[in-house]
């Protein structure tokens, strides 16, 4: 990566990724674009380009006229907010990937995705769920990610476009707040230990999903993007995790940092039928033996981090 494109940007992921990035590769080299602007870091720390994923046309002049070499496409909508919305799902999620491949595709850019735990549904095995595996989700943002999967494979067999992704579960964050995903319980959680001593969880006792922290996410898309393409036999949709949790066992590790901190709960039958299609725990180990993905944080570690940290940034905020 020399000249890096990134849609999306003001969103979970790239929020922090772009920062990462201008740290890596240079300010000038990143260019963050969004359908929106705001008083944020990377709007102000590099290149910053408004865009809407929709409009080809503007896509591609905004990747020839900075002469990128790689696009990261983030921009979509997350599980919750897809399965409320399908069709402006359906056309941003798809629309949005078509234009970035189509771009990459006639500037040969290098290209990478996300995938997700998402992209499972009810009948594939829930238990260390493989690599290669029945994948018939039952939620659009579900049928978004299976297809994106498969469109990046065809770019890659049809024009031998160098297209990388990774299936990410749960992503928790410091930095950025919850954005309309399944698994946001589990950013709340540790927002509302810090400023309210308790949570209700909308998702219910004994639910065991995937989980990873953020900067473990942001070092293996740059880990993926930088590896060996000789290497790679899956590259669209690799299996990575850190660690598969329910709401007890986070709330456990925060009470090792905050032993009052009260979990009720309130479950959505909504948001609970999404995670109950996903996998328990999945088997990250073509990750680790094709490019060398390994995860720095588990559940104790990384709740010690987001609380310390969210307690920071609480008595800034007071300040």
């Given at each position: ?26 300010a000038?080299?990143?260019?963050a ?144 707040p ?5 698994t946001?319980?589990?950013?709340e ?19 065991n ?16 993007m930088e ?33 009052g ?13 999404i ?6 725990s ?28 969210l ?9």
């Amino acid at each position: 990566m020399n000249k890096i494109l990134v849609t999306g940007a003001l969103g979970q992921i790239g929020s922090e990724l772009v920062v990462k990035l201008r740290e890596i590769y240079g300010a000038d080299y990143v260019i963050a674009t969004d359908l929106r602007s705001s008083a944020h870091e990377i709007t102000r720390s590099g290149p910053f380009e408004l865009l809407d994923v929709t409009n080809d046309k503007a896509m591609f002049e905004i990747a020839k006229r900075y002469e990128v070499d790689t696009i990261i496409h983030l921009a979509a909508l997350l599980s919750a907010t897809a399965e409320e919305k399908p069709l402006l799902a359906w056309n941003l999620n798809m629309g949005g990937l078509m234009n970035a491949l189509e771009v990459s595709r006639v500037l040969g850019c290098q290209f990478f995705t996300p995938s997700s735990i998402g992209a499972f549904g009810p009948s594939t095995p829930k238990d260390n769920t493989p690599q290669d595996t029945i994948q018939r989700p039952n939620t659009m943002y579900g049928v978004n990610k299976v297809s994106g999967e498969l469109l990046c494979d065809y770019y890659f067999h049809k024009y031998g476009l160098d297209t990388r992704g990774l299936r990410f579960p749960g992503l928790i964050s410091y930095m950025t707040p919850p954005g309309g995903g399944t698994t946001d319980y589990a950013v709340e959680i540790y927002y509302a230990a810090v400023t309210a001593g308790r949570y209700t969880s909308y998702i219910a006792k004994d639910t065991n999903i995937d989980m990873m922290y953020m900067p473990d996410a942001l070092n293996a898309i740059i880990d993926l993007m930088e590896a060996d393409s000789c290497r790679l036999t899956h590259r669209n949709s690799f299996n990575v995790t850190a660690m598969s949790v329910d709401p007890e066992a986070i709330a456990a590790a925060i009470r090792e940092e905050l032993p009052g901190f009260i979990l009720d709960y309130d479950v959505d039958p909504k948001r609970q039928a999404i995670a109950d299609s996903w996998p328990h725990s999945i088997d990250a180990t073509a990750a680790k033996t094709e490019w060398g993905f390994h995860a720095r944080y588990d559940l104790k570690a990384m709740t010690k981090d987001m609380l310390s940290k969210l307690s920071e940034r609480q008595i800034l905020r007071k300040a």
